[in-house]
């Protein structure tokens, strides 16, 4: 009988490690993915940073060649 509860309870030991690795491979596998979201959002907020320096230049570019292209 009391084998049979050592047994029972080894088992639950057992399993309770097994979800406790689970829940730790779980929450590494959140952690990575925050950091895919934030260097997804830096890689975006980079890609806007350069379409609004080339509209900049291709306005300083626009305002240029009017302003020569003025002149007499």
């Not at 309870?9 to 929450?27: H, Y």
């Amino acid at each position: 009988m009391w084998e049979l509860m050592r047994i029972g309870l080894e088992m639950q030991e057992r399993m309770i490690e097994a979800q406790s690795k689970s829940l730790d491979m779980a929450r590494s596998m959140m952690n990575a993915a925050e950091k895919q979201a934030d260097i997804g959002k830096a890689a975006l907020g980079m890609g806007e940073a350069m379409n609004q320096a080339s509209k900049a230049q291709a306005d300083m570019m626009s305002r240029w060649m009017s302003f020569w292209g003025g002149r007499p």
